[in-house]
């Protein structure tokens, strides 16, 4: 029963619609047949010669339309049943297809998003319809969980430089301890690691809307390298791992130059943080194809399979702890994707398993020319 006001259920409506085709058939039938069907039957009658008296040929013909006529009532009286019959369990299979999508719309809407739609089994329409709304349902689950994570992972990262500060802060107030510069310096330490992590976000937020501003100019790839591997080589020296660079002819290519060595410093720095102290990280460059790739590539801790594919990923940490103690942000990778996507490349990573070290590989198209 539907509430007042309601409109009609689909398949209500579906089978209403079929009702009124099967009846304006029928009549249609009806009329043609019994003004048509006589005459005719009359008419060959004529021809045939055949001796009746005309009483005897009304009667005759009296008894044809009359036969005609509820041999079509009845036949198409059975046709309408069933063809009502066979719309009405179309149009309720049809209607259950449909409140399935909307039931499990609804679920989504509500926060459920591992709420899926089974094939109807309706033919390649609603097939594919069922197909894409679990594609999506799918899509949206992966990025809800992404979200939980990386709001979790921020709070924590939030958390430990703020905790330092106001615990330094409280200690000064309380003359604990005093405002040196060795306590200032580790609340000064502290602050520029939310500075740093509040940059990250912004720069991979504004990746990810497609709204970078990227300045490009040719560049020679052994230059680009190169200025990289001068900007950090003092925190290798600092944590003694080697850093060697091998410059193949590789052209030119056009670049924003600081996104560029934003992309170089965030792989360098990551693979110093995985590289312990006597090993080696090296940076090289070569052509490839269209274009030039850079590679970094580190003898550290490596990386197991199961984490390759989600090393891209914002807050996404191999190994969470060790990155915290070495104040990772968890999203420089993340920020070297988009920064590469948005210059038209691609980045990639390979291991061999854990000890093995691991190889970041930047692809970028060769400049024109």
Not at 253 to 276: C, F, I, K, S, Y
């Amino acid at each position: 029963m539907t509430r007042a006001g309601a409109r009609p259920r689909f398949a209500t409506r579906l089978l209403i619609a079929q009702a009124l085709v099967l009846i304006a058939g029928s009549l249609s039938t009806w009329l043609v047949a019994s003004s048509v069907g006589p005459g005719i039957f009359h008419d060959h009658l004529q021809q045939a010669g055949v001796g009746h008296t005309p009483a005897e040929n009304e009667h005759v013909e009296e008894a044809f339309a009359a036969s005609l006529l509820i041999s079509i009532a009845l036949a198409l009286l059975t046709s309408v049943v069933a063809a009502l019959a066979v719309s009405w369990y179309f149009s309720r299979r049809v209607e259950r297809s449909i409140s399935s999508v909307a039931e499990g719309a609804s679920q989504i809407a509500a926060g459920r998003y591992d709420a899926r739609v089974p094939d109807p089994g309706l033919g390649e329409e609603f097939a594919t319809l069922a197909t894409t709304y679990n594609s999506l349902a799918a899509r949206l689950e992966a990025t809800e969980s992404v979200r939980r994570r990386m709001l979790a992972d921020l709070a924590h990262e939030m958390r430990t430089p703020l905790a330092t500060i106001e615990a330094h802060l409280e200690a000064i107030e309380d003359g604990v301890r005093p405002p040196d510069p060795h306590t200032l310096g580790i609340v000064r330490a502290s602050a520029r690691r939310l500075g740093r992590l509040a940059e990250d976000v912004s720069a991979v937020s504004t990746a990810d809307e497609g709204s970078l501003q990227i300045d490009r100019r040719p560049v020679p790839v052994a230059m680009l390298v190169s200025a990289a591997a001068d900007a950090s080589r003092h925190h290798f020296d600092t944590k003694a791992v080697g850093l060697r660079t091998v410059l193949e002819e590789s052209g030119s290519v056009e670049v924003d130059v600081q996104r560029m060595e934003q992309v170089l410093g965030n792989l360098l720095d990551n693979a110093l943080r995985h590289t312990p102290a006597g090993g080696t990280v090296t940076l090289s460059c070569r052509r490839h194809g269209a274009g030039v790739e850079i590679v970094v590539a580190d003898t550290g801790a490596g990386v197991a399979p199961e984490h390759l594919a989600h090393l891209f990923d914002r807050f996404y940490r191999a190994d969470a702890a060790r990155d915290r103690e070495h104040g990772g942000s968890g999203i420089g990778l993340a920020i070297a994707k988009a920064l590469v996507e948005g210059h038209g490349g691609r980045i990639s990573v390979a291991s061999g398993g854990p000890g093995q070290g691991a190889t970041f590989t930047v692809w970028l198209p060769a400049a024109e020319g």
